[in-house]
């Protein structure tokens, strides 16, 4: 069985940081790539970054280049994002998701439940 368990969420001050963990099971990183996407309250679903292991492509939105940085251990089968210097703008809650279409592919198969993140002014 497919499964995504996103954690790491939390409330934070603007400026600070948070490591959001993305738990894959069921298949291998090598196979599925996996994108980080989240939804801001009244606001659509934003992609905010992606990664995959088999070509070793990253990828992030302009709105968090320079503050999110996206890595995989293949080992634990988990993805991580790393949020640093947290804007209130950047409220929402993060899913993570696997394709197996690679990052530019478009569709995500399969989706965690989410993790939700409160930055405060």
């Known amino acids: 069985e497919v499964q995504l368990v996103e954690s790491g969420g939390g409330l934070v001050q603007a400026g600070g940081s948070l490591r959001l963990s993305c738990a894959a099971s069921?298949?291998?990183?090598?196979?599925?790539?996996i994108g980080w996407i989240r939804q801001a309250p009244g606001k659509e679903r934003e992609g905010v970054s992606c990664?995959?292991?088999?070509?070793?492509?990253?990828s992030y939105a302009e709105s968090v280049k320079g503050r999110f940085t996206i890595s995989s251990d293949k080992v634990k089968n988990t993805v991580y994002l790393y949020l640093n210097s947290l804007k209130p703008e950047d409220t929402a809650v993060y899913y993570c998701?696997?394709?197996?279409?690679?990052?530019?592919?478009?569709?995500?198969?399969?989706w965690g439940q989410g993790t939700e993140v409160i930055v405060s002014s």
């Open positions: 990664t995959s292991t088999s070509d070793g492509g990253t």
């Open positions: 998701a696997a394709t197996d279409s690679g990052c530019s592919g478009g569709v995500f198969e399969y």
């Open positions: 069921g298949f291998s990183l090598d196979d599925y790539a």
